[in-house]
């Protein structure tokens, strides 16, 4: 599933970069690189190993948030007799990064790109990940290239994968695909992105998968300081990641198949945990007829709707539990019983991001010996039991950026505001103490915890009173303001930090 992208276009104030600074340094997060590394990424830089297969003539595009450099996936699609083929090209890491080097060696404790307000922390120096190794355009780079036939209802027929040499031609962003698509005035490429997407769509239904229409909360620069607001995924978003759905399902089939390999897993969520939901559904007065399948009831609602949102964030809670699974069954170590991710009612692995994600390497490197029916490579096989925990540590030290960043900003937003009420809606209850909950602001963008003296009335829209502010705790808590429904003195104040 994508990550949430903290995204900034502006220069920051001196207090917030000193604050972000101090949280680098408390969650240990190393921002310089050891000159060993620097110096073979020069290296590789200079001399990469391309491919003798030659694929510069498809006309491939890039999709991806505006400013972006470290570009991991181009995409060409074409109509082929009654049915598609998609061309999905991947940044070839590994034509870069020499097993054992120093870069691999760095690689492995960092594990994923970090997103700061002011700024990345790679896995890769930028030297390769937004220079050598991206499939910046116009630019001739080596690249795993999947070949994904689907038949005209968009359902997968061959996949195959070989390393080959490209050469991106256009770096699009979502809202400007969009916006030419609405317009009418989308290129073929884009038409097809628009037809294929839905088709996936139609397929992730059909197989009883369902992705979570959530707005995300993002931290933005502007005028010289920091603004929190909410991003309403896209149409186009949504298609643009059902193709990296598509290549990830493709990867892990073949892994599969060829017994080893490594998935992203996500176990059924609990009956209990869908009778909880069911308990939500009847607060928030959503209707859920007895029948109707979740994901069906998942793609009825509007999350424009204040009910239907509340209820679409505590559906969240079904995603716990995803993990990594590494398995080679000539080495002993069997694929698990249930492979399938749940969300996506299918096999997943993570393969289409290798220059932000350390997993993606191995897992392509696993698909291309089998693709190419040679042995798959040794470096693979002795690192992939090690990959899951690394991983999950990984994400765990990601979600934790994510999470104080996101709390910094809001206590910022809010400093010196304590006393002033807000009007809200409550997104989530506590069912062990209904008293404590989260509420959501629509302006600013803040979600926060909220205290009540009785029970919060949830996905009711309310008016919470800041009792607390504090950006060195980085915490932000409301308290129920009674019988109020707010009143004009009730706050949607869109300040900036820094104004």
């Given at each position: 599933?994508?990550?949430?992208?903290?995204?900034?276009?502006?220069?920051?104030?001196?207090?917030?970069?000193?604050?972000?600074?101090?949280?680098?340094?408390?969650?240990?997060?190393?921002?310089?690189?050891?000159?060993?590394?620097l110096?073979?990424?020069?290296?590789?830089?200079?001399?990469?190993?391309?491919?003798?297969?030659?694929?510069?003539?498809?006309?491939?595009?890039?999709?991806?948030?505006?400013?972006?450099?470290?570009l991991?996936?181009?995409?060409?699609?074409?109509?082929?007799?009654?049915?598609?083929?998609?061309?999905?090209?991947?940044?070839?890491?590994?034509?870069?990064?020499?097993?054992?080097?120093?870069?691999?060696?760095?690689?492995?404790r960092?594990?994923?790109?970090?997103?700061?307000?002011?700024?990345?922390?790679?896995?890769?120096?930028?030297?390769?990940?937004?220079?050598?190794?991206?499939?910046?355009?116009?630019?001739?780079?080596?690249?795993l290239?999947?070949q994904?036939?689907l038949?005209?209802?968009?359902?997968?027929?061959?996949?195959?994968?070989?390393?080959?040499?490209?050469?991106?031609?256009?770096?699009?962003?979502?809202?400007?695909?969009?916006?030419?698509?609405?317009?009418?005035?989308?290129?073929?490429?884009?038409?097809?992105?628009?037809?294929?997407?839905?088709?996936?769509?139609?397929?992730?239904?059909?197989?009883?998968?369902?992705?979570?229409?959530?707005?995300?909360?993002?931290?933005?620069?502007?005028?010289?300081?920091?603004?929190?607001?909410?991003?309403?995924?896209?149409?186009?978003?949504?298609?643009?990641?059902?193709?990296?759905?598509?290549?990830?399902?493709?990867?892990?089939?073949?892994?599969?198949?060829?017994?080893?390999?490594?998935?992203?897993?996500?176990?059924?969520?609990?009956?209990?945990?869908?009778?909880r939901?069911?308990?939500?559904?009847?607060?928030?007065?959503?209707?859920?007829?007895?029948?109707?399948?979740?994901?069906?009831?998942?793609?009825?609602?509007?999350?424009?709707?204040?009910?239907?949102?509340?209820?679409?964030?505590?559906?969240?809670?079904?995603?716990?539990?995803?993990?990594?699974?590494?398995?080679?069954?000539?080495?002993?170590?069997?694929?698990?019983?249930?492979?399938?991710?749940?969300?996506?009612?299918?096999?997943?692995?993570?393969?289409?991001?290798?220059?932000?994600?350390?997993?993606?390497r191995?897992?392509?490197?696993?698909?291309?010996?089998?693709?190419?029916?040679?042995?798959?490579p040794?470096?693979?096989?002795?690192?992939?039991p090690?990959?899951?925990?690394?991983?999950?540590?990984?994400?765990?030290?990601?979600?934790?950026?994510?999470?104080?960043?996101?709390d910094?900003?809001?206590?910022?937003?809010?400093?010196?505001?304590?006393?002033?009420?807000?009007?809200?809606?409550?997104?989530?209850?506590?069912?062990?103490?209904?008293?404590?909950?989260?509420?959501?602001?629509?302006?600013?963008?803040?979600?926060?915890k909220?205290?009540?003296?009785?029970?919060?009335?949830?996905?009711?829209?309310?008016?919470?009173?800041?009792?607390?502010?504090?950006?060195?705790?980085?915490?932000?808590?409301?308290?129920?303001?009674?019988?109020?429904?707010?009143?004009?003195?009730?706050?949607?104040?869109?300040?900036?930090?820094?104004?």
């Open positions: 599933m994508p990550r949430r992208k903290l995204s900034v276009r502006a220069a920051q104030t001196a207090r917030i970069n000193t604050e972000l600074a101090d949280l680098r340094s408390l969650l240990e997060i190393r921002t310089d690189w050891p000159p060993e590394v110096a073979e990424a020069e290296r590789a830089a200079s001399l990469p190993r391309l491919p003798e297969f030659d694929a510069t003539d498809l006309d491939l595009f890039t999709l991806d948030p505006p400013g972006s450099r470290d991991d996936q181009a995409i060409h699609l074409a109509r082929r007799g009654g049915g598609y083929r998609v061309h999905y090209a991947i940044a070839d890491v590994a034509s870069y990064v020499s097993p054992g080097g120093a870069i691999d060696t760095e690689a492995g960092r594990v994923q790109t970090l997103y700061f307000p002011d700024g990345n922390v790679p896995l890769h120096p930028a030297r390769l990940s937004e220079g050598a190794a991206s499939l910046l355009p116009g630019e001739l780079r080596p690249a290239l999947w994904l036939d038949d005209a209802d968009g359902a997968l027929l061959l996949a195959d994968v070989r390393r080959a040499r490209v050469r991106s031609r256009r770096r699009l962003d979502y809202a400007t695909v969009q916006g030419r698509i609405d317009a009418g005035g989308a290129d073929e490429q884009l038409t097809l992105l628009a037809e294929i997407g839905r088709l996936r769509e139609a397929q992730e239904q059909a197989r009883g998968g369902v992705s979570l229409p959530i707005p995300e909360q993002e931290v933005e620069a502007a005028g010289g300081g920091y603004r929190l607001r909410y991003r309403a995924p896209r149409p186009a978003d949504g298609w643009n990641a059902q193709l990296s759905l598509l290549t990830g399902m493709a990867a892990a089939e073949l892994m599969l198949d060829a017994g080893i390999g490594l998935l992203r897993t996500l176990p059924t969520a609990p009956e209990s945990a869908f009778e939901l069911r308990r939500v559904a009847a607060a928030l007065e959503v209707p859920w007829p007895d029948g109707l399948p979740y994901p069906q009831l998942i793609r009825s609602l509007d999350p424009t709707r204040t009910a239907d949102a509340a209820f679409l964030n505590e559906c969240t809670g079904l995603l716990r539990g995803a993990g990594y699974h590494a398995f080679d069954t000539a080495r002993g170590t069997v694929p698990p019983a249930d492979p399938g991710h749940a969300a996506l009612a299918a096999p997943y692995a993570h393969c289409t991001a290798p220059l932000r994600r350390l997993g993606d191995y897992a392509l490197e696993v698909c291309l010996a089998v693709a190419g029916g040679t042995d798959v040794g470096w693979v096989r002795d690192a992939l090690l990959v899951p925990a690394r991983m999950s540590s990984g994400d765990r030290r990601a979600h934790a950026v994510e999470r104080a960043c996101v910094l900003v809001e206590a910022e937003l809010l400093r010196g505001r304590v006393g002033e009420d807000f009007r809200a809606v409550v997104i989530d209850v506590d069912e062990r103490r209904p008293g404590t909950g989260t509420v959501q602001l629509r302006r600013p963008a803040v979600v926060a909220c205290d009540a003296a009785d029970r919060l009335p949830l996905g009711r829209r309310v008016t919470v009173r800041l009792t607390l502010a504090d950006p060195v705790a980085r915490a932000v808590r409301f308290a129920l303001v009674p019988d109020a429904q707010g009143p004009s003195g009730a706050a949607e104040a869109g300040a900036m930090i820094g104004e």
